[in-house]
């Protein structure tokens, strides 16, 4: 995902574009070859990616890219923000933005527009097959603003928390060891509403600027936080009664983790509250799809004689793959 915003001065519009890692690492790609540090000198291409593959024509002329600027990711900062002015014949009345960048970050890849104009915020999704946005930016002389809504940047939140969680393989893997664990649906409730509660909190701190330890310290935690819960499910023979404080204890360092793409797009304060909101509903709504999927699988094995063969052949699939998250995540936060 990448965030953009839209202001105007005169005959000129400024697109200020912020990709997250994931978004970044596919920009870089696409301009670079070679790795890390060399494609670190790429950065300076993104500008020229952007200006070629986002066109903006005002008042049904098109406005011509200047040079832009490119502020690199740095050690405390995962992003990189790509600032092109496009120059206009005149001041514009209506804009039509046109955004290409899927094609080079991939299908998946959507950017987020924020446009201040006319009194009022107007936010847009664009991507792939969605690419025109076409807004007003002035109010005909004698004639009302038009109305405005933000139903689709809130929209976009949502789906980026589903999308967040389902493509989050690691809080996934968690998630199923903490219900392999045992216990009927009363158990299972209370484990899933105790990780929900907790990360809901940590997600709100951290977005909101109270707390925010670095991902070098919470991402080998989260990995951590599956070798562990897969380790009890395999040794233990009675997990279900405190499986809640596990959920809820874990639950707090995954918050943070969640909270890194929102973090990532560094989000104006006025649209964080709504941003959070929608986001956590999406984690909410896609952890839900996932538990639902599994449940019926779950509560028919437990029935079984096999129940506990069952549970040890899967943890221990979950256990080495923990493993191998822990292993990657701290080579990367030692910079081997």
Request: proline content about 5%.
């Amino acid at each position: 995902m990448g965030y953009a915003t839209v202001s105007l001065s005169g005959g000129t519009v400024r697109y200020s574009l912020t990709l997250g890692p994931d978004a970044l690492a596919a920009a870089v790609a696409e301009t670079a070859t070679g790795v890390w540090p060399q494609r670190r000198e790429s950065y300076a291409t993104l500008a020229d990616l952007v200006a070629r593959k986002v066109s903006i024509s005002a008042n049904g002329v098109k406005c011509e890219p200047v040079p832009g600027t490119v502020t690199p990711p740095t050690p405390d900062r995962a992003n990189a923000v790509v600032i092109v002015d496009y120059a206009c014949p005149g001041p514009p009345h209506e804009l039509l933005l046109r955004d290409d960048l899927s094609d080079a970050l991939g299908n998946d890849y959507h950017t987020l527009v924020r446009v201040e104009a006319l009194g009022s915020v107007q936010q847009y999704t664009l991507e792939r097959d969605r690419r025109e946005a076409r807004l007003a930016v002035a109010a005909s002389s004698g004639s009302p603003a038009p109305e405005v809504t933000a139903g689709s940047g809130v929209f976009a939140f949502f789906r980026l928390g589903i999308e967040h969680i389902l493509t989050g393989v690691d809080h996934l893997l968690f998630v199923l060891a903490l219900v392999l664990g045992g216990g009927g649906i009363g158990s299972l409730f209370a484990v899933i509403t105790a990780f929900t509660a907790a990360h809901s909190i940590t997600l709100a701190v951290a977005v909101l600027g109270a707390a925010s330890p670095p991902s070098w310290i919470v991402e080998p935690v989260i990995a951590l936080s599956i070798v562990y819960v897969a380790a009890e499910n395999i040794f233990l023979r009675r997990t279900a009664s405190w499986r809640w404080a596990v959920g809820f204890a874990f639950g707090l360092v995954h918050g943070f983790g969640f909270a890194g793409a929102l973090l990532d797009l560094d989000l104006p304060p006025g649209a964080l509250a709504g941003a959070l909101v929608s986001f956590n509903l999406g984690v909410e709504a896609g952890q839900v799809a996932v538990i639902a999927a599994f449940l019926p699988v779950l509560l028919w094995f437990r029935r079984a004689a096999w129940e506990r063969r069952a549970v040890t052949a899967l943890s221990a699939l979950v256990l080495v793959a923990g493993l191998a998250f822990l292993l990657d995540r701290v080579l990367v936060a030692a910079n081997w």
